[in-house]
């Protein structure tokens, strides 16, 4: 069991930046990392991803140029780096752990955590 806490949400203006960070009650270095976000009325939807060796990363369209995602493993620690958001990032964010290699769909994910708000305004 691998408990995930994120935190570093909150509120931003568009053009702003944030840093979420995801900590896990253990090791994490067997899964693959992942952020997911869902905003009121939508499914959740992939953001980014990172393997289990930071040796590849993987990003939605939507935020590919613009946030990047990195894991200190030591530290039990996956982190999303989100610069120039836009009021269309506004959800709820959520980290994620999955035994699988880099997988897109929610349904592969076997740990997540509560969710952290992020809210831009324009």
Known sequence: QVQLVESGGGLAQAGDSLRLSCAASGPI????????????GKEREFVAAINRLDTSKLYADSVKGRFTISRDSAKNTVYLQMNSLKTEDTAVYYCAASGIYMPKGPTYYNYWGQGTQVTVSS
């Open 29 to 40: 270095i067997a899964y693959t990392m992942s952020w997911f976000r869902q905003a009121p």
